[in-house]
């Protein structure tokens, strides 16, 4: 659905985007994951039209950026680091216009919006002024926009940035409940929160691709062993720890066990296998053959937050050993637009 | 076309939906209204003493009440042209709705066309107040009202023309304040080019004042139309536009 082919973006200064090459497929949903400055606005604007690549391609559903970028445009939902919204329109009005603007014929205008307003949750305050509404409905209000005219691929760039927890966790749930129509991509600085909604990941730093990958395979690349955390229970009468600790250790392929909570008559463990070794099935046989309830059974994967400092320190490592290029600040966290 | 009505009618809208549409018609009906007092007053006053020296001939309206009153409004018009268009361009780039029009699958120059069209019509709009003040001279008197058009066409001409380069001023900035500064500027520079042809006489002098858009109104406020003074109005509204245009593709390549 989307090809970007060797894409750089030089701004007066900076190198902003730096060869980046990635396939998107047709309902995936991938996470643009990078700190401040890595470049994710940037490539987000070259693939929506709004700025030229300086060098490279970039293809949505197969018409090329800089060559058909009306049939891009019309293909492509995005919503942009600040919601682009007007502030003295009303909900209802604001969304009349974008529709018509992505070429909705006036027939099919009322209803869609009607249909986008419940989708996103915000039918009961269409009539407000966009500029009295919440930061969280505020969101809501440029998801609407970006979904307006069905587009195959949605762009969304840090949707739950400045958000709190609450409304974190309902934007989210609703760019899951999109997922299914669109190919999507997001981008964020918030490394759980690709964990959350993607199943691919791109790692972008000061403007290349560090990795690139599904969120498991990230994991298990750089874990290279599996941990397990399992909740047991006695069926009757107290636990013996030790027993507990033993049984488990004996299990084929495990390396070390952590007890990790105890609680009433429940205990937690990590398990951690062997290098290689799958130890869910002959954890989950040996603690049921024990006579115990097995309460959870669950892989701790390692967290994007461990993933991603060992790849960008592996990043610097070399970029330090081979030649020392006149680098940008990848925190640099001041965000010139335009 | 529809793309271009669709961003017409969201700009008109905005003038509508926030005080600055009725602060410049009051603003203009209370300058324009002062002026038209004078004017009539005068005109009133004059007749009475021509009457008493017993020279009963009749005083034409047009040329000694709406001819001056026309040559204020276009006066006037420099003074709010500049807040008519400030906001078109630097709202959009500061408030980042810019995003959205430029990411719509809506050319740049239907996207111009559209604020200019609303800029015209909210301009016509204050004038449009004038009416009144008109509307009270035909009721009283029987002036001729093709002058009248013509003047209007004129002040619509160098309205547009003024608005066009205000336009392409506003997308040079993200701030509004700047945009009507510098607007403001160029029109009171373009009005002023005029005073040049006063003591200067050569050729630079003719080519200076020619820059100017009073020079060019005069005719029209006099109820003469000529292709002249109307081609060098479309000229730089096209003119205008066209940079316009240019400005917001090298937004793009520029940012
Ligand atoms: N309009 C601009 N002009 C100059 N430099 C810019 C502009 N926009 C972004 N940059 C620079 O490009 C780099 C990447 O920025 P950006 O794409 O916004 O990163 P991110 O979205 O990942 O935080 C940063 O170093 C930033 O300072
Ligand atoms: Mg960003």
Not at chain 2, 31 to 42: K, L, N, P, Q, V
Request: proline fraction near 4%; include cysteine.
């Amino acid at each position: 659905m989307i090809k970007v082919e060797g894409l750089s973006k030089r701004y007066a200064r900076t190198l902003a985007v730096d060869n980046i090459s990635f396939e998107v497929q047709k309902g995936q949903i991938v996470g643009f994951l990078g700190p401040n400055g890595a470049g994710k606005t940037t490539t987000m604007r070259v693939l929506t039209c709004f700025l030229p690549p300086s060098s490279g391609s970039a293809q949505v559903a197969g018409f090329d950026v800089l060559e058909q970028p009306l049939e891009v445009k019309k293909r492509i939902g995005y919503l942009p680091e600040t919601p682009p919204l007007y502030p003295d329109m009303e909900v209802i009005e604001y969304l009349t216009f974008v529709a018509k603007l992505k070429g909705l014929s006036n027939a099919d205008v009322p209803g869609r919006v009607r249909e986008v307003c419940d989708r996103c949750a915000i039918s009961h305050v269409s009539a407000k002024l966009i500029g009295k509404l919440s930061k969280g409905y505020r969101q809501r209000v440029g998801l609407a926009q970006a979904i307006l005219h069905n587009p195959d691929v949605l762009i969304l760039d840090e949707p739950t940035s400045g958000l709190d927890p609450k409304q974190i966790i309902e934007t989210r749930e609703l760019i899951k409940s999109l997922a299914g129509d669109h190919t999507i991509i997001l981008s964020t600085h918030i490394l759980s929160e690709v964990e959350e909604s993607c199943e691919q990941v791109i790692i972008i730093n000061q403007g290349k691709i560090v990795a690139q990958d599904t969120v498991e395979n990230l994991t298990a690349r750089l874990r290279g062993s599996e941990s397990v955390s399992v909740e047991i229970r006695a069926s009757g009468g107290a636990l013996n720890q030790s027993d507990v600790r033993q049984k488990l250790e004996q299990v084929a392929g495990v390396g070390h066990v952590v007890l990790k909570d105890t609680r009433d008559n429940r205990v937690t463990y990590e398990v951690e296998g062997l290098p290689g070794r799958s130890i869910r099935a002959d954890l989950a046989r040996t603690i049921v053959g024990a006579g115990w309830d097995l309460n959870e059974l669950r892989t701790v994967g390692m967290s994007l937050e461990d993933i991603f400092l060992e790849l960008t320190a592996a990043e610097k490592r070399s970029a330090r050993s081979t030649d020392s290029t006149p680098s940008t600040d990848a925190n640099e966290t001041q965000e010139i637009k335009q | 076309m529809r793309n271009t009505l669709i961003i017409f009618q969201k700009e008109l809208r905005g003038y509508f939906a926030s005080p600055i549409a009725y602060l410049l018609m009051a603003f203009f009906a209370v300058i324009f209204g002062f002026f038209f007092y004078s004017a009539t007053r005068f005109f009133i006053l004059q007749g009475m003493q021509m009457q008493m020296r017993g020279m009963g001939m009749p005083m034409d309206v047009n040329e000694y009440v709406i001819r001056p009153l026309l040559s204020n409004a276009s006066v006037i018009g420099l003074f709010l042209i500049p807040m008519i268009t400030m906001r078109l361009y630097a709202e959009e780039k500061r408030s980042g709705t810019i995003e959205l029009l430029m990411t719509s699958p809506v050319s740049d120059m239907e996207i111009v066309l559209g604020k200019w069209l609303a800029a015209l019509a909210m301009y016509m709009c204050v004038l449009g107040v004038s009416a009144v003040n008109l509307g009270l001279l035909f009721a009283f008197g029987k002036p001729d009202w093709k002058p009248i058009l013509v003047g209007y066409l004129g002040l619509i001409l160098q309205g547009g023309c003024l608005l066009a380069i205000g336009t392409f001023i506003s997308t040079t900035t993200r701030n509004q304040i700047v945009a009507g500064g510098a607007t403001f500027g160029v029109c009171l520079l373009l009005w002023v080019l005029d005073w040049v042809s006063s003591y200067e006489t050569s050729a630079w002098g003719k080519v200076v004042s020619y820059l100017s858009v009073v020079t060019h109104f005069e005719p029209f406020s006099k109820g003469v139309l000529d292709t002249k003074d109307i081609l060098f109005y479309l000229s730089m509204i096209f003119f205008g536009l066209f940079l316009t245009a240019r400005s917001v593709e090298s937004l793009r390549w520029r940012s």
